[in-house]
C-alpha cells in the first residue's frame, strides 16, 4: 500500500514544519523506512498554542448540540474510512489488520458517545439560605489542553483525550507518537472535514521532550493528558504542577491474574491467552502476572503454553496473522533482558524468550513460569507478548501477590465462588477489575489507575470532568 507522510495540523490546516524537518516513520514488519512525519519546532508550537486559544474561543461558544452535531459527523468519518484507516495503522504498528479495524470502529463509537455526553453537561442549583438568593454550580471547559498519546493504540489513546476534551468545550493540541503518526492524523482529519473550527483541534509531532516542556509551560495551556511510561508521567506531572496545571496520567501497569480452583479453566485459558497477545502485548493492561490455584496450575500452564505455540506471527497485514511484531526494535532487547534475568533468578522459560530473525521487530510469544518475585520481570512492566505464570496457595496469598507491586491499573480474576468476586472487589488495589471475562474498554467505563499507575479518569462521565472546572455563581436578583 502507499502510506502517505504526516503532515502536522494548526489552526486548521495541514503544513509541513516551518524549518522543513521530518523523522522516518518505519513498518514493523520489515524495518523498512515508508514515509516520514513533519517535526515541529518552536515556531509550529507557538502558532498551534496561539491557534489552539483563537479555536478554544470559537468551540467553547458553540452550543453543546452542535458541537454534538460536528463530533457525530466525525464519528461517520472515522466509520466510512475505517478500512483504509486500519490498513494505515497496522503498517505504522505492525498489529494485525483486525485488530486495527476494531480499534478504528471503538473510536467511532468513542467519538459518538462523548458526543452524546456533551448535552449531558448539568450543573446544579444549591438551596439557598436566604430569599431570593439563587445558587448555580456550572461546569465550564477548562481551557486549551495539550496531550501526549503513546503508540500502542495509535487511534484510541488520542480518541479517548480528544473526544472528551471537545464535548466539555476545550481545544487541543495533541502530539502523537512519531512511531505511529499516519492513523492519529487520520482521526483529526475526521474532525476537520467534519466541520471542526480551525484550532480546536492541533496535531504536532517531533522530539516528545522539546514538545511537552514547550506547550506544559505555554500560558494558553490549561490542562495537560499523557498516556505512557511511569518514568514520563511522573517527569511531566512535575513540569505542569510547577504552572499549577492539573494533569491526567494514565500510566504504565503489571496487571494481576487470579485464577482460582472453582474457575472454569479451559474457558479462562482460552480467553487470556487471547487477551495476553493481543497487539502482541504492548497494553498498558495486559494481563500478565498470572497466579493460578495449586491444583489448576499445570492444566492451566499447558492450556496456556500451548496457545502460545498456536499463535500465527507475522505481518499484520497479511490475512490470518494472530500477533503482529513488537513497535519498535528496542522492545526486543529490553524483553530479552527481562526474560533472561528471570530464568537467571530460577524462572522456567517454558516458551518463546527471544526475537524471531533480523528482518522486522518480530517477537515469540512467551510464557515463563515459576519465577521468584524479586526478578525483575514481576516488578517492571514487560509491555510484551510475555506471560509469567505462578502458582498460590489461598486467598489472602494470592491477593498480597496481586497488591505487591507499586502499580495497580487492571486486574482480572476468574472464580466460579459469588463469594470470592465480591471480595475481590473490595481487596484488589487497581482501577479496573473484570472477573469471569475480559470487560475492559468501552468508551462508557472510567479507566485510570491507582497508585503508580497515575490517577484521573478517561472515559466514562467521570472523563469529561477531567477536562472541566468547577464554577460557583451566588446571586441576588434586584430588587
Ligand atoms: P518511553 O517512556 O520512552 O515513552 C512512552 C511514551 O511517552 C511515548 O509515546 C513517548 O513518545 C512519550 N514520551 C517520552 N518522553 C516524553 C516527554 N519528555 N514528553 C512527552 N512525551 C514523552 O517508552 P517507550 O519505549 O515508548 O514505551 C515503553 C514503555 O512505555 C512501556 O514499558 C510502558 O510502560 C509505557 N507505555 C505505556 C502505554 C500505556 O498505554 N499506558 C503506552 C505506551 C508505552
Given at each position: 500500500m502507499i502510506y502517505p507522510d504526516t503532515l502536522l495540523l494548526i489552526d486548521g490546516k495541514w503544513s509541513a514544519a516551518a524549518d522543513g524537518q521530518t523523522l522516518n516513520v518505519v513498518n514493523p514488519a520489515t524495518g523498512v523506512v515508508i514515509g516520514r512525519v513533519s517535526r515541529a519546532g518552536t515556531a509550529d508550537l507557538e502558532r498551534a498554542a496561539l491557534a489552539a486559544k483563537r479555536g478554544y474561543d470559537v468551540w467553547r461558544r458553540m452550543p453543546a448540540w452542535d458541537r454534538a452535531r460536528v463530533m457525530a459527523r466525525a464519528a461517520t468519518l472515522v466509520r466510512e474510512r475505517a478500512d483504509r484507516i486500519a490498513r494505515v495503522m497496522t503498517h505504522e504498528q505492525g498489529k494485525p489488520i483486525s485488530e486495527s479495524k476494531n480499534e478504528v470502529l471503538r473510536a467511532a463509537e468513542a467519538i459518538d458517545w462523548f458526543a452524546e455526553e456533551a448535552k449531558r453537561s448539568y450543573g446544579q442549583m444549591i438551596p439557598p439560605r436566604g430569599d431570593g438568593v439563587a445558587n448555580l454550580v456550572t461546569h465550564e471547559p477548562i481551557g486549551p489542553v495539550a496531550a501526549f498519546t503513546p503508540w500502542n493504540f495509535p487511534v484510541n489513546q488520542l480518541v479517548k483525550k480528544v473526544a472528551a476534551a471537545l464535548a466539555a468545550g476545550c481545544s487541543i493540541i495533541a502530539k502523537a507518537p512519531e512511531e505511529t503518526p499516519a492513523s492519529p492524523a487520520e482521526l483529526m482529519r475526521a474532525f476537520v472535514d467534519a466541520g471542526a473550527p480551525a484550532g480546536a483541534i492541533g496535531l504536532v509531532f517531533g522530539v516528545p521532550a522539546e514538545i511537552s516542556e514547550y506547550l506544559i509551560a505555554h500560558p494558553v495551556i490549561r490542562k495537560i493528558s499523557f498516556t505512557g511510561s511511569t518514568v514520563v508521567g511522573r517527569h511531566l506531572a512535575v513540569l505542569a504542577g510547577q504552572r499549577t496545571k492539573p494533569i491526567t496520567l494514565e500510566l504504565g501497569g503489571h496487571a494481576p491474574v487470579l485464577i482460582f480452583d472453582d474457575?472454569?479453566?479451559?474457558?479462562?485459558?482460552?480467553?487470556?491467552?487471547?487477551?495476553?497477545?493481543?497487539?502482541?502485548?504492548?497494553?498498558?493492561?495486559?494481563?500478565?502476572?498470572?497466579?493460578?490455584?495449586?491444583?489448576?496450575?499445570?492444566?492451566?500452564?499447558?492450556?496456556?503454553?500451548?496457545?502460545?505455540?498456536?499463535?500465527?506471527?507475522?505481518?499484520?497485514?497479511?490475512?490470518?496473522?494472530?500477533?503482529?511484531?513488537?513497535?519498535?526494535?528496542?522492545?526486543?532487547?529490553?524483553?530479552?533482558?527481562?526474560?533472561?534475568?528471570?530464568?537467571?533468578?530460577?524462572?522456567?522459560?517454558?516458551?518463546?524468550?527471544?526475537?524471531?530473525?533480523?528482518?522486522?521487530?518480530?517477537?515469540?510469544?512467551?510464557?515463563?513460569?515459576?519465577?521468584?518475585?524479586?526478578?525483575?520481570?514481576?516488578?517492571?512492566?514487560?509491555?510484551?507478548?510475555?506471560?509469567?505464570?505462578?502458582?498460590?496457595?489461598?486467598?489472602?496469598?494470592?491477593?498480597?501477590?496481586?497488591?505487591?507491586?507499586?502499580?495497580?491499573?487492571?486486574?482480572?480474576?476468574?472464580?466460579?465462588?459469588?463469594?470470592?468476586?465480591?471480595?475481590?472487589?473490595?481487596?484488589?488495589?487497581?482501577?479496573?477489575?473484570?472477573?469471569?471475562?475480559?470487560?475492559?474498554?468501552?468508551?462508557?467505563?472510567?479507566?485510570?489507575?491507582?497508585?503508580?499507575?497515575?490517577?484521573?479518569?478517561?472515559?466514562?462521565?467521570?472523563?469529561?470532568?477531567?477536562?472541566?472546572?468547577?464554577?460557583?455563581?451566588?446571586?441576588?436578583?434586584?430588587?
Open positions: 474457575a472454569d479453566i479451559e474457558r479462562a485459558t482460552k480467553i487470556l491467552a487471547a487477551s495476553k497477545f493481543r497487539n502482541a502485548g504492548q497494553v498498558c493492561i495486559s494481563p500478565t502476572r498470572f497466579i493460578v490455584q495449586e491444583k489448576s496450575f499445570d492444566r492451566f500452564l499447558r492450556g496456556f503454553v500451548n496457545a502460545a505455540k498456536d499463535l500465527k506471527v507475522g505481518d499484520g497485514a497479511v490475512e490470518g496473522t494472530e500477533m503482529g511484531p513488537l513497535a519498535n526494535e528496542r522492545r526486543a532487547p529490553v524483553l530479552e533482558a527481562l526474560i533472561q534475568d528471570a530464568v537467571s533468578r530460577g524462572g522456567t522459560l517454558r516458551t518463546g524468550g527471544k526475537r524471531i530473525g533480523n528482518k522486522g521487530f518480530f517477537f515469540e510469544p512467551t510464557v515463563l513460569s515459576e519465577v521468584p518475585t524479586d526478578a525483575r520481570i514481576l516488578n517492571e512492566e514487560p509491555f510484551g507478548p510475555v506471560a509469567i505464570i505462578n502458582r498460590f496457595a489461598d486467598y489472602d496469598s494470592a491477593i498480597t501477590e496481586a497488591n505487591r507491586t507499586p502499580y495497580g491499573l487492571s486486574a482480572y480474576a476468574f472464580t466460579g465462588s459469588a463469594g470470592t468476586m465480591a471480595r475481590l472487589g473490595k481487596d484488589v488495589e487497581c482501577g479496573m477489575l473484570t472477573i469471569n471475562h475480559v470487560g475492559f474498554g468501552p468508551p462508557e467505563f472510567p479507566f485510570g489507575g491507582v497508585k503508580d499507575s497515575g490517577y484521573g479518569t478517561e472515559g466514562g462521565s467521570e472523563g469529561i470532568s477531567a477536562y472541566q472546572t468547577t464554577k460557583l455563581v451566588t446571586q441576588i436578583a434586584p430588587a
